[in-house]
């Protein structure tokens, strides 16, 4: 079993950065995916971005690309979400998510495991 605890939302203005963090205990391998999905009030949960095992490739939803950076630190069993230029259209609870395996998947039916979320709200 693997436990995901996110940490790092908040509320910021827009144009402002958060950097979320999601560090996992549980684990001993590092053969999987992690995937960001965020679910605003209302809507379906949506793929946010993902990063394959060994950090080579990453894949980012189209409303993010170039304003928000995944990365992993296998060591540390912790991810990161980079998140700059933050608009009010990003306020949701953030999720991270793993997925066995070694590449991205963008639909969350394929992540096993699941934190508990974290709230980013950006004012205008």
């Known amino acids: 079993q693997v436990h995901l605890v996110e940490s790092g939302g908040g509320l910021v203005q827009a144009g402002d950065s958060l950097r979320l963090s999601c560090a996992a205990s549980?684990?001993?391998?590092?053969?999987?995916?992690v995937g960001w999905f965020r679910q605003a009030p209302g809507k379906e949960r949506e793929f946010v971005a993902g990063?394959?095992?060994?950090?080579?490739?990453?894949t980012y939803a189209d409303s993010v690309k170039g304003r928000f950076t995944i990365s992993r630190a296998n060591a540390k069993n912790t991810n990161y979400l980079q998140m700059n230029s933050l608009k009010p259209e990003d306020t949701a609870v953030y999720y991270c998510?793993?997925?066995?395996?070694?590449?991205?998947?963008?639909?969350?039916?394929?992540?096993?495991?699941w934190g508990q979320g974290t709230q980013v709200t950006v004012s205008s």
């Open positions: 998510a793993q997925a066995l395996g070694v590449a991205v998947t963008t639909t969350p039916a394929e992540y096993a495991f």
């Open positions: 990063i394959n095992w060994n950090g080579g490739s990453t």
């Open positions: 549980g684990r001993t391998s590092s053969f999987y995916v």
